[in-house]
C-alpha cells in the first residue's frame, strides 16, 4: 500500500472550493524479477487539480502528467490520465 500526499489551498469560502497540489507517489514493484521504483507526478498549482464540497457532497479532480520508472520517462502514460474522486457524506 502507498498514501498519496496532498497540499490543498483554498480559494473560495461559499461552497468550499480548494486547489489540490499532489506530491509525487512513489511505488516500489517488482516484476520481472527485479524491484522498480515508479513515480506518478501530478500536475500542480492548477485550476484543473481542485476539489468542492457543497453540501454533504465532496468532488476532487486531480491530473497526472508522468510516469518515470527506476528514474526514467516510461511510455505508460501518452497523455495526461485525469481522476475524478466523489464522496457524499
Aim: net charge positive.
Amino acid at each position: 500500500m502507498s498514501t498519496l500526499r496532498i497540499n490543498i489551498g483554498f480559494f473560495r469560502v461559499t461552497p468550499s472550493t480548494f486547489l489540490i497540489n499532489p506530491i509525487g507517489w512513489t511505488l516500489n514493484i517488482n516484476y520481472g524479477g527485479k524491484a522498480h521504483k515508479l513515480q506518478v507526478q501530478f500536475y500542480a498549482n492548477t485550476y484543473y487539480s481542485f476539489g468542492q464540497l457543497c453540501g454533504n457532497r465532496l468532488g476532487m479532480q486531480i491530473i497526472a502528467g508522468r510516469i518515470l520508472e527506476d528514474g526514467k520517462t516510461a511510455n505508460w502514460l501518452r497523455n495526461t490520465a485525469t481522476y475524478v474522486l466523489t464522496a457524499k457524506k
